[in-house]
Nanobody, 118 residues
Framework: QVQLVESGGGLVQPGGSLNLSCAASGSIFSANVMGWYRQAPGKQRELVAQISFGGNTNYADSVKGRFTISRDNAKKTVYLQMNSLKPEDTATYYC????????????WGQGTQVTVSS
């Protein structure tokens, strides 16, 4: 069983910063893709950023230049540094880990709330 535990969410003013962390435990395959998704009320869940085991990254256009995803493979942890936050970044942020070994393995964290408001 794989568990993903997010932390670091909270309330921040526009222009502020937050750093999210997601720690994985259990039988997680090392060569995985880890990522952050977010879901605002009334909207679909969307990809924010993802990073491969080797460090290749992909970002949503709306966060490019403001957010940075990174990972520590030894600690099985992925991070999301969020700078210049905007009210439209307000959402529940979910950590995701996935890999394919014959079939797709896809896991989600419980989510952490990020609220950007003055």
């Amino acid at each position: 069983q794989v568990q993903l535990v997010e932390s670091g969410g909270g309330l921040v003013q526009p222009g502020g910063s937050l750093n999210l962390s997601c720690a994985a435990s259990g039988s997680i395959f090392s060569a995985n893709v880890m990522g952050w998704y977010r879901q605002a009320p009334g909207k679909q869940r969307e990809l924010v950023a993802q990073i491969s085991f080797g460090g290749n990254t992909n970002y949503a256009d709306s966060v490019k230049g403001r957010f940075t995803i990174s990972r520590d493979n030894a600690k099985k942890t992925v991070y999301l540094q969020m700078n210049s936050l905007k009210p439209e970044d307000t959402a529940t942020y979910y950590c995701n880990a996935r890999w394919v070994i014959g079939t797709l393995y896809n896991y989600w964290g419980q989510g952490t709330q990020v609220t950007v408001s003055s």
